[in-house]
C-alpha cells in the first residue's frame, strides 16, 4: 500500500470505529502488557466483561497499577485480574516477568503488547546504547514475545488452542523507510539509528514512525519462524489517532507548530480511547473462525490490510531479516534463553 495521504487519514478517522468484538474467554489466561492507562486500560476492561480464567494486566508503578486495577474491578464486576509489574524499558525488569509468567502460569492463550512511548528527544538507554524508545517499543517488547513463545506452544498442545500475539504498531509506518545507507551500515541497523551523530532533531521527528515499522516487521519474520503445528496467530493493530496523554512525555516544544497540529489532530479527528482499544481485542480475539487471515498481518479498522510499501519492497523483507537477526544478537546477549527459544522453535522454513 502507498504511503497514506492525509486525505486517506481524515477518512479513516472520520469513519465510526468499528464495534468491539466479542468471545468467551473461560478457562482462559489473557496478559495485557501496559494496562494501568490509555488503550491498554480501556482494553483490559473489555476483556475482563469475557471472563477470561485469568487476566493479567501490567504497570511500570505499582501504586498507578492498583489504582488501575480497582477501577477495572469496579467498572465491570471481574475479580480476577492480577497486576503484575513490568519496564520494557529494562532487560532484567523483562526476563524477571518471563520467568514469573514461566513458572506461574499454566498456559498463555494471549499476549497483548500495548505499552510504548513516543519521544523527540535523544536518549540512549544506559544499558545497551540502543535509542530510548528503540528499547521501549521495541527490543523491550520483543525479547518478552521470543521468551513466552514456548509457553503459547505449549497451551496449544495441551488445550487444541490457537494462542494469539498482539503487537500494538500504528499507521505512522506508512510514512517511514529504512534509507539504503542504514541497511548497508557496517553497525548494523539498529546501532546505526542510535548514534547520537545521527539522531539530528528531523530524524527524531520519525523516530516512532520507525519504531511502529519495526513493530510491523517483527510480527511478519516472527510469524514466518514460528511453527504451523501447533500454531500461533500474531499480528499488529492500529488503533489510529486517539486523545489520550500519549504526546504529554514525547519532548514536542509545546509551543511549536508541530505540537499545535498534532493538537488540532487530536482536537477534530481522534478516536476515544475506547474506540482505539477495540483494535487491541480484535487481534486478541477477532476472526477466531478463520485463524489464518490474520496471521502476520497488519489490521486497522477490524480488517487486515496491506502494509506499507516499503514493508512489502525488497529492501523491506531485507530489513526485516536484518533486523530479526541483530535482534537476536542483542536479546541473546543479554539473556541467552533467547538463543535456546530460538534454535528449538523458531527457524525459518
Known sequence: MAPRSHEQLIADQTRPMPAVVTADLSGKTLVLIGANVGLGFEAAKHFARM????LVLTARDEVKGKHALAQIRNDTGYSKAELWIIDLASFDSVIGFAAKAEHELDRLDVLVESAGMMTWKYEQDAQDNYHFSLHTNNLGPELLAIRMIPKMLETARKHSVTPRLVVVASDVHYWTAIEKDIITSPLGIL??????????EEVMKHRYHDSKLFNVLFVRALQDRVPSVPAITVNSVNPGLCLSGFLAN?????????AKVLRKMQEEMAFTTEEGSRQLVYGAVGSLENEEKLRGKYIQMSKVVEESDFVISEDGKIVQDKVWEETRQILGKVDPKVFNVIKAYLTKA
Do not use: A, F, M, V
Request: charged share 30%.
Open 51 to 54: 471472563n477470561p480464567g485469568r
Open 191 to 200: 546501532t546505526r539509528l542510535s548514534e547520537k551523530e545521527y539522531c539530528t
Open 250 to 258: 514525547s519532548g514536542i516544544p509545546s509551543g511549536s507548530e508541530d
